[in-house]
């Protein structure tokens, strides 16, 4: 039972565009999101958090916004570098634990 | 910022022998630290939690006896892998928190385990 999906395996986007890559969730006492990215071979780096009182953070290039009746989020990444050129996992957790729950992941290639 | 880092990055063992991994936080006292195996174009899955000085908390369906975790230190936590097998390879990465449970978690780079 997948409770963290990324529906899209891959996006290509052209340099200076906007990024989004979505995130679906299915556990409704998840309050607490993050975004990592990750290259091969790499452990995951923290990108940008969101905790379910809030339904918008940003964070210099990247946004995340969450609709908590829809039990989604996005990452928005404006404007797209190449350099962005990653895997992106959604990451979330239940109040009163510490576990996060790993989506598939997203492989973005930015385009120069 | 945390760092953590683990070693060995890569290893390549016989079936039937055992492999231990190390993740050390380099510049935080970790209370909490995780273990994490990814397969190939798969998401990271949990294995266990292991906090210093008590037993770790496995997930539904990770033997405990296969993979064993010891978290002797707030900067140390290994996983050994026992008489592993081919289908034991993958990619493990670990993770420490420095405080509350809920603080992010920073990740060590991973290593690529290829049983033979």
């Known amino acids: 039972d997948q409770q963290v999906k990324q529906n899209s395996p891959s996006l290509s986007v052209q340099e200076g565009r906007i990024s989004i890559l979505n995130c679906d969730y299915t556990n409704s006492m998840f309050d607490y999101f993050l975004w990592y990215k990750k290259y091969p071979a790499e452990g995951p780096t923290f990108l940008i958090s969101?905790?379910?009182?809030?339904d918008k953070n940003e964070d210099g290039r990247f946004t995340v916004f969450l609709n908590k009746s829809a039990k989604h989020l996005s990452l928005h990444i404006v404007p797209s570098q190449p350099g962005d050129s990653a895997v992106y996992f959604c990451?979330?957790?239940?109040?009163?634990?510490?576990?996060?729950?790993f989506g598939t992941g997203t492989r973005l290639k930015v385009l120069a | 910022g945390a760092v953590v880092s683990q070693h060995p990055s890569r290893v390549i063992c016989k079936s039937g022998t055992s492999v231990k991994i190390e993740c050390r936080s380099l510049d935080f006292q970790a209370t909490t630290m995780f273990w994490y195996r990814q397969f190939p174009k798969q998401s990271l899955m949990l294995m266990a939690t292991s906090n210093e000085g008590s037993k770790a908390t496995y997930e539904q369906g990770v033997e405990k006896d296969k993979f064993l975790i010891n978290h002797a230190s707030l900067t140390l936590s290994t996983l050994t892998v026992t008489s592993a097998h081919p289908e034991d390879s993958s990619f493990y990465i670990c993770s420490a928190s420095p405080t509350a449970p809920m603080d992010e978690q920073y990740f060590g780079p991973g290593t690529r385990l290829t049983v033979t």
């Open positions: 990451a979330a957790s239940a109040k009163g634990t510490y576990k996060y729950i």
């Open positions: 969101i905790s379910s009182i809030k």
